[in-house]
């Protein structure tokens, strides 16, 4: 099965999601969620991680997780084998306790905006899951979240818990925990309100679709380094959102510097037939070079349906058509910049 790629740097900092294989339960009671959050302690001693938001769920959880080294695969393999094996000798059971492999989504830590949506997400899944009663209960009452921790003195917080930047970046001084109670409960207050709830939602869509969290900038930084780490792997051994959108910037300049080749241009690639010889030969050429989807092919060139596609180069290749011939022998020597 393809894994998703993941992408390592100093001092990197991710949104991390795993859940329970086939949905089920990775915590059967609060000794198992003690059980986790020391296992997590024993990473972070191992990695020098720094957490700087986390929340147990029923049969998931979220960490916001900051990596001092180049270490996020190391530290994850051992934290969730780890833990399975003590969840596994104390229940007497065997398997697998995770479903498929964890999620890691980049965040641009630097920037006060998405380290806030980040952690807020992360803090407010138990009022979104209806573990408390918004309106009557406090977010503070469920005990199994750094919030609770975010509420106390310095002395009493486990030392590979992180609260400065996340409070920093609402522009709370340390140990102002009451102004981040009340920015935080209030913001549960908004979950209870329709105009709230939606404007929280359309923040948090973005948020669990995406492949990172930041702005242009970081996303160039991300690419630059996908383009180096998906250089040398097969095609089927890797997959997930950050090939995906590198796979389609490749793909978007392979087409300029192909059109550039040809003598065409973008409104006449689309005021054209979907089916001609110039079009199965980019299409075969971008197949061949890329990592972009039959749909995404025949989309950018106009071909129709996407089964199109394949059908107009087996077409031009058994009929041996010397256009195409002639432009797939152009597109060969084409160069991308």
Request: glycine share 10%; aromatic share 10%; with cysteine.
């Amino acid at each position: 099965m393809a894994r998703p790629l993941r992408i390592e740097y100093p001092g990197a900092m991710y949104h991390v999601m795993a859940r329970g294989n086939q949905g089920r339960a990775i915590f059967a009671d609060d000794t198992d969620r003690l059980r986790f959050i020391q296992t997590l302690r024993d990473a972070c001693e191992k990695t020098g991680w720094r957490i700087h938001a986390y929340v147990l769920m029923n049969n998931h959880y979220h960490l916001l997780v900051e990596t001092p080294e180049s270490n996020l695969v190391f530290g994850m393999k051992w934290l969730q084998g780890t833990y399975t094996q003590r969840y596994n000798r104390r229940h007497e059971v065997c398997g697998h306790l995770f479903q498929g492999r964890y999620k890691a989504v980049p965040v641009e830590g630097d920037n006060a905006g998405y380290l806030e949506t980040v952690s807020t997400y992360i803090h407010l899944n138990p009022a979104r899951a209806g573990l408390i009663r918004i309106g009557q209960d406090k977010l503070k009452q469920y005990r199994w979240s750094s919030y609770c921790w975010y509420l106390r003195p310095g002395p009493a917080v486990p030392a590979w818990l992180e609260r400065e930047r996340v409070m920093g970046a609402l522009s709370l001084k340390p140990g102002n925990y009451r102004g981040y109670e009340a920015y935080l409960e209030g913001r549960v207050l908004e979950l209870g309100m329709k105009a709230g709830r939606q404007e929280l939602a359309a923040q948090w869509r973005a948020l669990r679709r995406g492949w990172y969290v930041g702005g242009e900038s970081f996303g160039a930084k991300l690419r630059e380094q996908l383009g180096r780490l998906v250089r040398g792997l097969r095609r089927e051994s890797h997959s997930g959102g950050a090939k995906r959108e590198h796979g389609e910037h490749a793909a978007e300049a392979m087409l300029r510097a192909g059109l550039a080749k040809l003598g065409l241009t973008t409104e006449e690639l689309n005021r054209g037939p979907k089916v001609t010889a110039q079009k199965a030969a980019l299409a075969q050429w971008l197949r061949e070079c890329t990592t972009v989807s039959l749909r995404w092919v025949s989309e950018r060139l106009g071909m129709g349906h996407y089964s199109n596609v394949s059908r107009s180069v087996r077409k031009m290749r058994s009929e041996d058509v010397r256009d195409f011939k002639r432009a797939r022998s152009q597109l060969q020597t084409t160069v991308v910049g």
